[in-house]
């Protein structure tokens, strides 16, 4: 936290230094005024009144010059340059739109998805990506969006089934989110699905270094990195846990632990293999 004294009235307050900081009405207003702000500098002004619970006033003279400057130090952690065009740069696990409505998403890092759940809503964001077709945001917003279920499913989310009448329904009604509802949902499934792929989890107590599951083989290869349909294939093809459908209905940290514990042993495997020919 960035803590900030009124020059004069002994007044001292904090604000976040970064989104993880921020509380999740805070990011939920950052986002729905993103859209209706005329520039960047008018964003930070707004979010500097909302971090210190004031009304919102143009600032005018030496003020004005003091605010521009605070917010200019303070607030830049907003902000990503994303092809010249800013974007809020959200970079945090926990999910800041735990409900919509009847629907309710992902525990925080979607640890109560299953990993076909997972799978399925990576594929409609990579879809999205491609095709830039809002339907292909529904398709993953309905998947990680949906009624509350009586009965849990294995990673103990309470959530309606992802095929029949009520996910179409549950679907529909997510479609229907406002435009700054998807983007918030978009950029925190992004970055957790990053977040998978690049930092160290802490799974069972072990650390985990899940980036090394997504390198190519080969040392230095420049080949087609892994992909998490790859992985399911091969968790299929070693029944480790089953078929596909059974690999797709267990809870994805569950997945996550069994595939870094297949890789550890792959790799005493070939350090096994090097040793003997070294003799």
Same mark, same amino acid.
């Given at each position: 936290?960035?803590?900030?004294?009124?020059?004069?009235?002994?007044?001292?307050?904090?604000?976040?230094?970064?989104?993880?900081?921020?509380?999740?009405?805070?990011?939920?207003?950052?986002?729905?005024?993103?859209?209706?702000?005329?520039?960047?500098?008018?964003?930070?002004?707004?979010?500097? @009144?909302?971090?210190?619970?004031?009304?919102?006033?143009?600032?005018?003279?030496?003020?004005?010059?003091?605010?521009?400057?605070?917010?200019?130090?303070?607030?830049?952690?907003?902000?990503?340059?994303?092809?010249?065009?800013?974007?809020?740069?959200?970079?945090?696990?926990?999910?800041?739109?735990?409900?919509?409505?009847?629907?309710?998403?992902?525990?925080?890092?979607?640890?109560?998805?299953?990993?076909?759940?997972?799978? =399925?809503?990576?594929?409609?964001?990579?879809?999205?990506?491609?095709?830039?077709?809002?339907?292909?945001?529904?398709?993953?917003?309905?998947?990680?969006?949906?009624?509350?279920?009586?009965?849990?499913?294995?990673?103990?989310?309470?959530?309606?089934?992802?095929?029949?009448?009520?996910?179409?329904?549950?679907?529909?009604?997510?479609?229907?989110?406002?435009?700054?509802?998807?983007?918030?949902?978009?950029?925190?499934?992004? @970055?957790?699905?990053?977040?998978?792929?690049?930092?160290?989890?802490?799974?069972?107590?072990?650390?985990?270094?899940?980036?090394?599951?997504?390198?190519?083989?080969?040392?230095?290869?420049?080949?087609?990195?892994?992909?998490?349909?790859?992985?399911?294939?091969?968790?299929?093809?070693?029944?480790?846990?089953?078929?596909?459908?059974?690999?797709?209905?267990?809870?994805?940290?569950?997945?996550?632990?069994?595939?870094?514990?297949?890789?550890?042993?792959?790799?005493?495997?070939? =350090?096994?293999?090097?040793?003997?020919?070294? @003799?």
């Amino acid at each position: 936290m960035t803590r900030i004294e009124a020059y004069g009235s002994g007044r001292v307050s904090e604000i976040p230094s970064s989104w993880a900081e921020m509380s999740p009405v805070q990011i939920r207003y950052a986002f729905r005024i993103f859209g209706r702000c005329a520039s960047p500098l008018e964003f930070h002004i707004r979010m500097l @009144h909302k971090f210190l619970g004031l009304r919102m006033r143009r600032p005018r003279g030496n003020a004005a010059e003091n605010v521009y400057l605070l917010c200019e130090q303070c607030l830049g952690f907003l902000f990503a340059e994303d092809d010249g065009m800013p974007r809020l740069a959200m970079d945090t696990i926990a999910n800041p739109l735990p409900r919509v409505g009847r629907l309710r998403g992902p525990a925080d890092l979607l640890q109560d998805l299953t990993f076909g759940e997972f799978r =399925a809503a990576a594929m409609a964001v990579q879809a999205f990506g491609r095709s830039q077709d809002p339907s292909d945001l529904d398709d993953c917003l309905g998947i990680l969006y949906r009624s509350r279920s009586r009965r849990p499913n294995r990673a103990g989310r309470r959530a309606g089934p992802m095929s029949g009448r009520r996910f179409d329904r549950d679907r529909r009604a997510a479609s229907r989110m406002r435009p700054w509802q998807k983007s918030l949902v978009l950029a925190w499934f992004c @970055h957790c699905l990053q977040y998978l792929q690049s930092e160290r989890l802490l799974l069972n107590g072990e650390e985990v270094d899940l980036a090394q599951l997504f390198a190519p083989e080969g040392s230095g290869s420049k080949g087609p990195a892994v992909t998490w349909n790859d992985l399911l294939v091969q968790l299929a093809k070693d029944q480790t846990i089953g078929n596909i459908d059974r690999v797709d209905g267990e809870p994805l940290f569950s997945v996550l632990q069994i595939l870094w514990s297949n890789y550890k042993e792959a790799k005493r495997y070939e =350090a096994s293999v090097k040793t003997q020919k070294g @003799h």
